[in-house]
């Protein structure tokens, strides 16, 4: 089981929206580490889509957007679009184990 | 262009040994904190160790039970990840990646280089 929680699996219509949640604890999220998320489409490398809780890198699209309250963050997808597809992964510092953890994934489908 | 480029991986016995290597492109690469990352097959990304920028500080993965060493080059650009002992949970692709400065994002990913234990 993976130290930070996220759903298996979202899906959304074209041009919808969708929020992917990520739980944690009072050792990492709750403590004030930063989040990270990640966009990964199978058979490449994870991407990063946030970081420092609400941050986007240049060239990610502002359809993606992130929050961070208490022991948890969501991460937020409007309009979607078929290359949306992909799993999304939340990462964070966890001080009991002294290093990074990632939650299990969430698979996006568009439907 | 920023690349990070792995190798080393390949198939080996349990209880064996390997060392993957990362060259690094396109950055100051002696500016930057480094990790290992690897992921097994059909599951989510696992840390696996941290390198700070001077080789000062290293951070590992507690599941790992002191059998892997990360090491780096800067003059050669690169990062090392020395495996012993392994085991078939260590079986996975393993990335190289960048630390994002200021946070502990990873903002470069390398595409990745396959460890196959074999029992």
């Known amino acids: 089981q993976s130290v930070l929680t996220q759903p298996p699996s979202v899906s959304g219509a074209p041009g919808q929206g969708v929020t992917i949640s990520c739980t944690g604890g009072r050792s990492n999220i709750g403590a004030d580490y930063d989040v990270h998320w990640y966009q990964q489409v199978p058979g490449d490398a994870p991407k990063l889509l946030i970081y420092?809780?609400?941050n986007r890198p240049s060239g990610v699209s502002d359809r993606f957007s992130a929050s961070k309250s208490g022991t948890s963050a969501s991460l937020a997808i409007t309009g979607l679009l078929p290359e949306d597809e992909a799993d999304y992964y939340c990462?964070?510092?966890?001080?009991?184990?002294?290093?990074?953890?990632f939650g299990g994934g969430t698979k996006l489908t568009v439907l | 262009e920023v690349q990070l480029v792995e190798s080393g991986g390949g198939l080996i016995q349990s209880g064996g040994s390997l060392r993957l290597s990362c060259v690094a492109s396109g950055f100051t690469f002696s500016n930057y904190a480094m990790n290992w990352v690897r992921q097994a097959p059909g599951r989510g990304p696992e840390w696996v160790s941290y390198?700070?920028?001077?080789?000062?500080?290293?951070h590992y993965a507690g599941s790992l039970g002191g059998r892997f060493t990360i090491s780096r080059d800067n003059a050669k650009n690169s990062l090392y990840l020395q495996m012993n002992n392994v085991r078939d949970d260590d079986t996975g692709l393993y990335y190289c990646?960048?630390?994002?400065?200021?946070?502990?994002?990873?903002?470069?990913w390398g595409r990745g280089t396959m460890v196959t234990v074999s029992s």
């Open positions: 990646v960048r630390e994002t400065i200021g946070t502990n994002g990873y903002d470069v």
């Open positions: 420092g809780n609400t």
């Open positions: 390198i700070g920028s001077g080789s000062l500080a290293s």
């Open positions: 990462q964070s510092f966890d001080s009991n184990l002294s290093g990074s953890v």
